[in-house]
């Protein structure tokens, strides 16, 4: 059973705080990325990495920034975090070449105080 | 600038009947389409896709139409369960990037 695991379930940060979020999927798969969902707005795409130490910024980076050391792990930094970052935020992979779908992680829900 | 629009926020429909979500994209390069269905507090999880060679995918009760020429696809659900009351996102991409781009999502609310 593939999976996509993310590191919290639920987070409360005050503002100003350094969050780290991490996903780690176990397909194998060179893509990764990061999603924020907000009501309304739909799953906006934060950073994506499509492959070790590679990033592309996504419709959203401001305030975010990534690594990716090894293949199957991609994490999500929030250096100085503000109310506006409380959000749903959700990791995928995906497997490079066309028409494949994408895996996601439960999400990690945060929230900044 | 949103490529992928759900138009519709919310939808209820009776258990039994048919659901109809819809979806319209503008980017003329988008050639793969998939449904994801998103419970709350859970990820999304992948419904069924349709590529632009074709303009009909079917998995069980769920049925994807696409008119490239109108841009617009919509996701049948025949009958609605109870069970698939959710949110439903739309995502798109160009066969080439990787990156999937989402619409905004419309929640169904099937009832009894």
């Known amino acids: 059973d593939v999976k996509v695991t993310q590191s919290s379930r639920y987070l409360v940060k005050r503002t100003g705080e350094k969050v780290f979020l991490e996903c780690v999927q176990d397909m194998d798969h060179e893509n990764m990325f990061w999603y924020r969902q907000d009501p309304g707005l739909g799953l906006r795409l934060i950073y994506f990495s499509y492959d070790v130490k590679m990033k592309e910024k996504g419709d959203i980076p401001e305030g975010y920034s990534v690594s990716r050391e090894k293949k199957e792990r991609f994490s999500l930094i929030l250096e100085s975090t503000s109310t506006n970052q409380t959000s749903m935020y959700l990791c995928?992979?995906?497997?490079?070449?066309?028409?494949?779908?994408?895996?996601f992680g439960q999400g990690t829900r945060l929230t900044v105080v | 600038d949103q490529q992928v629009k759900q138009n519709s926020p919310s939808l209820s429909v009776q258990e039994g009947r048919i659901s109809i979500l819809n979806c319209d994209y503008t980017?003329?390069?988008?050639?793969?389409f998939l449904w994801y269905k998103k419970y709350p507090a859970e990820g999304p999880t992948f419904l069924i896709s349709?590529?632009?060679?074709?303009d009909k995918n079917e998995d069980g009760r769920f049925t994807v139409f696409l008119n490239k020429s109108a841009k617009h696809l919509s996701l049948h659900i025949v009958p609605s369960q109870p069970g698939d009351s959710a949110v439903y996102f739309c995502a798109a991409d160009t066969g080439t990037a990787s990156k999937l781009t989402f619409g905004t999502g419309t929640r169904l609310q099937v009832t009894l």
């Open positions: 349709i590529s632009s060679i074709k």
């Open positions: 980017n003329s390069m988008f050639d793969y």
């Open positions: 995928a992979s995906r497997s490079p070449g066309q028409n494949t779908e994408a895996f």
